[in-house]
């Protein structure tokens, strides 16, 4: 019960405070976590339901028992693991490719302005073109094999890193590299206590967009032309009808896309920790 007392123009407020009940400190503390499970469990129960009381028609959807069913009986045969060891080769060999490349070519391309405005055409033009439309090059140079996919994964991902990490270095703080240059600092030094800190940040957020771009170009060039693999699996199953193993392989990428995307957020949020909350 809350009192108001005034005095002249002045109004305080004496208010008694009560501790929250263990309830409400349990609901403030995991309430996303909770309210995210109550919006799965709830979809997922109305998808059960749609999908066998013959509100929709089986033949063009499924139902999580079904899906279940269906990975159990993937994963029982072998096919499943063969597949999924095929694109986890494909997307990490071309992701680590793309990162291993995009990270050094972009800190110089943002440290040294000649070479930025040498290969900033480059860059616009191939990130401008969908990579989905190299396909056909790719598989045609390249065979119907792993090493087209792995082409398409690194063309997907390696602008994204690249140029978000040209933005990382652009956006250094000057007054640090001042400091750094007065004390005399080299340019070795100061990519190595400035440059490489500052961008991590901007790195990150890149290979979080890269990712995205890797798994769609992965489950597209399996689906134009492979032997193996998720996409694969997606491809077959589609042309066949088997809507309950075509939701198998779109959970399980969409699962890694999740997890992995997860992993670099929760990394990225640990560099940039030392940033003050402006909104607090």
Not at 147 to 169: D, E, H, P, R, Y
């Amino acid at each position: 019960m809350a009192t108001v007392t005034r005095i002249d123009d002045n109004v305080y407020v004496d208010a008694d405070f009560r501790e929250p009940s263990r309830l409400q400190r349990f609901y403030d503390a995991y309430y996303r976590p909770l309210l995210g499970t109550i919006g799965v469990v709830a979809f997922l129960a109305f998808w059960q339901w749609a999908g066998t009381s013959g509100v929709a028609n089986p033949m063009f959807t499924s139902s999580p028992s079904r899906i279940v069913s269906a990975f159990i009986g993937l994963a029982a045969s072998g096919e499943l693991a063969i597949d999924c060891w095929v694109s986890a080769q494909e997307f990490l060999i071309g992701f680590a490719l793309s990162i291993v490349i995009a990270i050094p070519l972009g800190i110089l391309m943002g440290w040294y302005k000649p070479l930025e405005a040498l290969l900033d055409p480059f860059v616009n033009f191939f990130y401008s073109t969908p990579r989905i439309a190299l396909l056909p090059v790719m598989t045609i140079w390249l065979g119907i094999g792993m090493n087209s996919k792995i082409a398409i994964v690194f063309l997907g991902a390696v602008f994204a890193i690249l140029i978000n990490t040209i933005a990382g270095v652009q956006n250094l703080d000057n007054a640090l590299l001042r400091a750094a240059r007065s004390f005399g600092a080299n340019d070795m030094q100061i990519f190595r206590t400035i440059v490489l800190p500052g961008t991590v940040p901007f790195l990150l957020t890149g290979i979080r967009l890269g990712l995205g771009h890797a798994l769609v170009g992965i489950v597209a060039g399996e689906l134009y032309a492979a032997q193996a693999g998720v996409g694969y699996l997606i491809a077959v199953a589609g042309n066949t009808f088997q809507m309950d193993k075509v939701f198998v392989g779109v959970v399980l990428i969409a699962g890694a896309g999740m997890a992995i995307t997860d992993f670099f957020r929760r990394l990225e949020n640990h560099f940039q920790s030392w940033k003050p909350n402006i909104h607090s």
